[in-house]
């Protein structure tokens, strides 16, 4: 392999970029399609939730909790079913809503933190989780990497997650969400797939982000290259600087995805021989920084 060359230029970035894009706790949020072009679901809470009109802000009734209630399409409308019967909402969209920040909400037969929103849009139903950014994450990196892998290959798989999730958001607004929680964007299984260590090691990672040329870059990656990553142009016809071809630490390893960005398996076997998550991600992103994003004080 030769001497891996690193850089570390780590930036912690208070421009007003950043600020007026992340720096306020609305602007962290992202919202996230579990289900789309259905005509029936449900939602569930592990509270008492509020199901609010998402047109009028009119709470139109208080759930019990752990009682998967019903909903379905009413032509344009929203309908519930509500003591064995459907009562028609008068609205294309319902926002349900956990008063107590600690509870969930269940759809789809998972647990989700956040809000969860139903459109009815042409006659179908679309579902999105609406939560901020840091606990979408903590539902991703176990999703989309083994909870038993190497610490330091969940930290790198955070940081490019998270730059992922942002140079993406309203990638598909015309749905009524930002991403998917497939792997078309990213696989995303909700609080149902949290645990320990993922958990540990999305929160030691707050706010970080990979970077080029000061913008925040969609971090891609995939689960193996089979031995050597490729460049981005060989899939989408158009180059990044920041990401080339190299070695992808997975020899052995059958291909599995675009092989484009960090090799999944490759960033855990590196873990392993004792490379810290920085050191991984500038390995598989050349040139890049690592920056962290803003939160909101008291002051701002």
């Not at 072009?37 to 609010?52: D, E, H, L, R």
């Not at 269940?106 to 999105?128: C, F, H, M, P, S």
């Not at 290259?225 to 989408?236: D, F, H, Q, R």
Request: charge should be positive; aromatic fraction near 12%; glycine fraction near 8%.
């Amino acid at each position: 392999m030769g001497e891996i060359k690193l850089k570390f230029k780590i930036f912690i970035l208070f421009f007003g970029l950043f600020f007026a894009l992340f720096g306020a706790q609305k602007a962290q949020a992202i919202r996230i399609g579990l289900n789309e072009g259905i005509f029936k679901t449900y939602v569930g809470s592990s509270q008492n939730a509020n199901f609010i009109d998402g047109n009028t802000g009119k709470l139109l009734f208080v759930s019990r909790s752990y009682f998967p209630y019903q909903i379905k399409a009413y032509g344009n409308s929203i309908a519930i079913k509500v003591k064995g019967r459907y009562y028609d909402c008068a609205t294309n969209a319902v926002f349900v809503q956990n008063p107590e920040s600690k509870g969930f909400l269940a759809t789809k037969r998972k647990w989700y933190r956040g809000d969860i929103v139903i459109y009815n849009i042409q006659g179908k139903l679309t579902v999105v989780n609406s939560l901020p950014l840091e606990e979408y994450l903590l539902g991703v990196v176990p999703s989309e990497m083994p909870s038993k892998w190497n610490i330091e290959a969940h930290k790198a798989q955070a940081i490019a997650a998270r730059s992922y999730a942002i140079a993406n958001l309203n990638k598909r607004n015309s749905h009524g969400y930002d991403l998917k929680d497939t792997p078309l964007d990213q696989a995303y299984g909700g609080a149902s797939s949290e645990t320990p260590q993922t958990t540990r090691a999305v929160l030691s990672t707050r706010g970080e982000v990979l970077t080029y040329n000061n913008k925040i870059i969609p971090a891609y990656y995939h689960a193996s290259a089979g031995g050597k990553t490729i460049s981005a142009g060989e899939v989408w016809n158009h180059d990044l600087p920041y990401i080339q071809s190299v070695n992808s630490f997975d020899w052995g390893i059958r291909k599995n995805g675009h092989g484009v960005g960090m090799s999944q398996h490759g960033a855990n076997n590196m873990a392993n021989k004792g490379y810290s998550a920085r050191q991984i991600l500038s390995y598989f992103y050349k040139d890049i920084n690592f920056a962290k994003l803003r939160t909101k004080t008291s002051q701002d």
